[in-house]
C-alpha cells in the first residue's frame, strides 16, 4: 500500500464507529519503600504508566513465576467502538479506560460494570478530527489523567477536557490550536495541579510543543515549542513545514522539578532539501522546568532525519551506578541512555531491530531498515524498568520501507507532508524474512548491552509492564496473544489469545487484597499494514484477569 492509500484506510476508519531514592520514592507511593506492597493493602495504577517516573512497575506480588499460569479472566467489557490503544488509570475501585476517538469509561475494576461514559464526540469544539488530522493521524487514544475529583483528557481534534470523577460529566473543555493541522492522542500528566500535554501533526505542518495548564481551570499556564517558527530569521523551518511533536506523554522528576519529553521528526518528513541540517530539536530528549517549561538541556537521538525517525515512546526514569538516567527506544530502532542531570550520554546506543538505511536519493525507489514512516523501531510504546533485574524491556518491529523522493521538492499543497511517497506491504517484502516481525529485548542499564532478545512473529507494539514478582507482561500485537515471561530469561510461563490486536500495555493493580491485570485490545487506527498478523481494529475490548484462587 502506498502512503495516499494508508490515508485513504485511514480516512474509511472514520465509518466504523535523583538517583535511586528517586526511583524507590516513586514506587513507594504505590506500596512500601522496600518496592512490595504490603499483603491485603489496595494498590492502584494513578497514572498511564503507573508511577511519574514511567517506569510500569507494579509493587505487586501475589501473581507469580509459580503460580501466573492459573491467571483466569476475572471480567471483560467491551464498547461498539472499533479500536483501543488504551493505557487503564486505576484509583480506588474505579477502572479508567478510552477508545478510539477519546470515549472514556468508568469502569467497577472488580466486576467491569460500566459506571459512566462520556461521548468525546458530543464536545462543542466540533466533530473529532479535521480532514488533515483525519488523513495523517487517525483517531488513536492513549488514555486519561486522573486526580482531584476529576478525569482529564483529550480528543484526535485537539480538545483538552475535564469531566466530573464521580459522574463523568463535563466541567471544562479548551481547544489546543487548529485541528486541521494539530491532534492530541497521549494522556495528559497531572501533577501538582498543573495538567501537562503534548502535540501531534508534524505530517500537517504542525510545529511541536509542550504545555502546562492550570488543572482546575484549563488556563494555559506555559507552551514550550521544540522548534522554531517558520520562516523566522535564522530558523531551518521554511514555508508550511513543521516538526518536534510530543507524542507520548511527559516523564516527571519531582524532586528535581523537571518533565522530560521526546519529541518527533521534521517535515517534510522525507525529503531534507526542505530542511538541511540538524534540524533541532526534533527527534531529541527534553528536560524542561516543571513551573516555567524553560528547556534545560536537549540530547538529539538522530541528527539526519530522512526516514520519520521519531522518539514516540514516553522517556523513562531509572537508577543507575552513575546517577539517575533518561532512557528513550525511538523510531529509528536504538535504545539511548542519557544522565537526567545535563542529558550526557551513559551507554553507547543499542540496537534493538534490524538496520540498514539507505538515504533516498530523488528521483529513485530504495527500501530501506527500519521503515519507520510505515511504523517501525518501537512506535509510542513505553518502556519499562525492572528495580529487581536492572533491565529494561523495548518493544520493536522489523518493517521496511520502500521510499521514492521526486527529483524536485513538492510544492505543499494540502494535507500531509511527506516529501515522497512510501510503501510497507507489498510483493516486493517477500524477499525479507525479517518484514514484519518484531523483537523484545531486555537491556542491562548499567552497561547498555542486550541481556536477552526474543525474536517474534509479528511486530511488537503498545509497551509492557513489570511487577515486583520478576514478571513481565506483553502482548504479541498482532497475534492477540497477552503473556507473562520471566523478567530475567524471557520464558514464556503463561498466555491467553483476545482475539484482537494489542497496542498497549497492561495496567496492574489489587482491589480488597485481590491481585488484577487489565489489558486493552481492539488495537491501533494509525497502523497495522506490514506490521504482520491482524491488521484491522477490532471493537475495544478491556479484560482483568486475575488468579482463580487468592
Same mark, same amino acid.
Given at each position: 500500500m502506498n502512503a495516499n492509500g494508508r490515508w485513504s484506510r485511514?480516512?474509511?476508519? =472514520?465509518?466504523?464507529a535523583t538517583v535511586a531514592a528517586v526511583a524507590i520514592a516513586a514506587v513507594a507511593s504505590l506500596g512500601t519503600a522496600s518496592g512490595h506492597a504490603q499483603s491485603g493493602e489496595d494498590v492502584g495504577w494513578p497514572t498511564v504508566n503507573g508511577t511519574l517516573d514511567g517506569q510500569r512497575y507494579s509493587p505487586l506480588t501475589q501473581i507469580d513465576t509459580s503460580n501466573v499460569k492459573g491467571l483466569k479472566v476475572a471480567w471483560q467489557f467491551r464498547s461498539k467502538t472499533i479500536g483501543a490503544e488504551s493505557y487503564p488509570v486505576v484509583v480506588g475501585q474505579t477502572a479508567y =479506560? *478510552? *477508545?478510539t476517538y477519546g470515549n472514556v469509561y468508568a469502569l467497577d475494576a472488580v466486576s467491569g460494570k460500566k459506571l459512566w461514559m462520556f461521548d468525546a464526540i458530543?464536545?462543542? !469544539? +466540533?466533530?473529532v478530527g479535521g480532514l488533515l488530522a483525519v488523513g495523517t493521524h487517525g483517531?488513536? !487514544?492513549? +488514555? =486519561?489523567? =486522573? +486526580?482531584?475529583?476529576r478525569v482529564y483528557g483529550v480528543t484526535p481534534n485537539a480538545v483538552l477536557y475535564s469531566l466530573d470523577q464521580a459522574t463523568g460529566k463535563l466541567v471544562w473543555e479548551r481547544s489546543l490550536g487548529d485541528p486541521f493541522f494539530l491532534s492530541e492522542s497521549a494522556a495528559p500528566v497531572l501533577y501538582d495541579g498543573m495538567l501537562f500535554v503534548g502535540s501531534a501533526g508534524s505530517e500537517a505542518g504542525q510545529r511541536g510543543f509542550e504545555a502546562a495548564f492550570d488543572a482546575n481551570t484549563g488556563k494555559q499556564i506555559w507552551r514550550h515549542y521544540t522548534i522554531p517558527p517558520a520562516n523566522a530569521p535564522g530558523s531551518w523551518v521554511k514555508g508550511h513545514h513543521g516538526g518536534g511533536d510530543v507524542w507520548m506523554n511527559a516523564t516527571i522528576d519531582p524532586k528535581a522539578g523537571r518533565l522530560y519529553i521526546a519529541t518527533g521528526n521534521p517535515g517534510s518528513d522525507l525529503d531534507s532539501r526542505v530542511r538541511p541540517g540538524r534540524d533541532l530539536w526534533t527527534n531529541s530528549v527534553l528536560a524542561l522546568d516543571l513551573k516555567t517549561g524553560a528547556q534545560i538541556w536537549g540530547y538529539q537521538l538522530e541528527h539526519f532525519d530522512v526516514w520519520d525517525f521519531d522518539s514516540a515512546s514516553p522517556p523513562v526514569l531509572f537508577p543507575t551506578a552513575s546517577g539517575l538516567a533518561v532512557g528513550e527506544a525511538n523510531k529509528g530502532g536504538f535504545w539511548h541512555e542519557v544522565l537526567a542531570s545535563n542529558g550526557k550520554r551513559l551507554t553507547k546506543p543499542v540496537a534493538f531491530v534490524y538496520q540498514h538505511r539507505v538515504v533516498? *536519493?530523488? +528521483?529513485? *525507489?530504495v527500501v530501506s531498515w527500519p521503515g519507520s514512516a510505515g511504523g517501525a523501531g518501537s512506535e509510542w510504546s513505553p518502556v519499562p524498568f525492572s528495580p529487581q533485574t536492572g533491565l529494561v524491556y523495548v518493544s520493536g518491529l522489523n518493517v521496511p520501507m520502500k521510499v521514492t523522493v521526486p527529483k524536485k521538492p513538492p510544492a505543499y499543497k494540502s494535507g500531509i507532508d511527506l516529501g515522497g511517497t512510501f510503501e510497507t506491504t507489498g510483493v516486493w517484502t517477500k524477499k525479507y524474512p525479517l518484514a514484519g516481525t518484531g523483537t523484545f529485548t531486555a537491556i542491562d542499564v548499567n552497561t547498555g548491552s542486550i541481556r536477552w532478545q526474543k525474536k517474534e512473529p509479528t511486530g511488537m507494539v503498545g509497551g509492557a509492564t513489570t511487577t515486583a514478582s520478576r514478571l513481565v507482561f506483553v502482548a504479541v500485537s498482532g497475534k492477540g496473544l497477552f503473556q507473562a515471561l520471566d523478567a530475567k530469561t524471557g520464558t514464556v510461563l503463561w498466555q491467553h489469545a483476545l482475539g484482537g490486536r494489542i497496542d498497549d500495555a497492561a495496567s496492574i493493580y489489587s482491589v480488597n487484597g485481590k491481585e488484577y491485570v487489565l489489558v486493552a485490545s481492539g488495537g491501533t487506527s494509525i497502523g497495522g499494514p506490514g506490521w504482520g498478523g491482524i491488521e484491522t481494529p477490532s471493537p475495544a475490548t478491556f479484560t482483568a484477569f486475575a488468579l482463580a484462587k487468592s
Open positions: 485511514r480516512r474509511m476508519l =472514520v465509518g466504523l =479506560v *478510552t *477508545t458530543k464536545l462543542k !469544539n +466540533g466533530k483517531f488513536p !487514544n492513549r +488514555g =486519561v489523567a =486522573v +486526580g482531584g475529583g533516498p *536519493t530523488p +528521483g529513485e *525507489t
